[in-house]
């Protein structure tokens, strides 16, 4: 079965930079999560999208920025990366209609240096 | 808010012992309850899940049954094996479309032949 689809794997940054993460839901998923964890932390939600309309907010800084596209892929940017931006990120994808069961993508590993 | 409570860790077992982890959830209406697993330098897979009251998620041995009356979604596994080490995570989601899932901490699990 098609899961959620997540590039790049891994990255590299510098303080400073500029990083874009995309995500390709499952077939047929109209909603798409973005989560961060930190090493030995439990996932942080940043923010969702429904329909390509932003449908919740939570703790995403001002320096990230993302958006749901036609084809329902997702892409987060993260500007004037920090140390401490360095993280899992997770995308996941849910439909509407069995009971908001969300699954997740493999992650992309992002490191600032 | 709504929140998740789970029992804090490490958990180390002997292979074949019985495994309980607690969970305890707050929450408004009627949420989703969830176990999400994740294996060293992996993803989060969802493990089992119950969209009502008096539910019993069940896989790979695992299980778990909605208590509303107790407000506990705790995962149990009769016998564990050394494959089953990893961290466990227990969520919840209102059935709202685009509302994100809220984790509690994890607890790491350390199976030993």
């Known amino acids: 079965a098609a899961g959620v689809i997540q590039s790049p794997r891994h990255l590299i940054k510098e303080k400073r930079e500029t990083a874009t993460l995309k995500c390709y839901p499952i077939?047929?998923?109209?909603?798409v999560y973005w989560y961060q964890q930190g090493p030995g932390q439990d996932p942080q939600f940043l923010i969702s999208?429904?329909?390509?309309?932003?449908?919740d907010k939570g703790s995403i800084p001002d320096r990230f920025s993302a958006q749901q596209f036609s084809d329902y892929h997702s892409e987060l940017n993260m500007s004037s990366l920090e140390l401490g931006d360095s993280a899992l990120y997770f995308c996941?994808?849910?439909?509407?209609?069995?009971?908001?069961?969300?699954?997740f993508g493999e992650g992309s590993w992002l490191t600032v240096v | 808010g709504d929140s998740v409570t789970q029992m804090e860790g490490p958990v180390t077992l002997s292979e074949e012992a019985f495994l309980t982890i607690n969970c305890t959830y707050t929450?408004?209406?009627?949420?989703?309850l969830f176990w999400y697993v994740q294996y060293p330098g992996e993803g989060l897979q969802l493990l089992l899940k119950?969209?009502?009251?008096?539910d019993k998620g069940s896989n790979k041995g695992f299980e778990a049954t909605y208590r509303k009356e107790t407000t506990s979604f705790h995962l149990e596994k009769g016998s564990v094996q050394v494959s089953d080490s990893a961290v466990y995570f227990c969520?919840?989601?209102?059935?709202?479309?685009?509302?994100?899932?809220?984790f509690g901490k994890g607890t790491t699990l350390s199976v030993s032949s």
């Open positions: 119950a969209t009502k009251a008096d």
């Open positions: 969520a919840l989601t209102s059935n709202q479309a685009g509302t994100a899932l809220i």
């Open positions: 929450a408004t209406g009627y949420p989703s």
């Open positions: 077939p047929r998923h109209d909603t």
């Open positions: 999208f429904y329909e390509k309309m932003q449908s």
């Open positions: 996941a994808s849910s439909p509407l209609d069995t009971g908001n069961t969300i699954y």
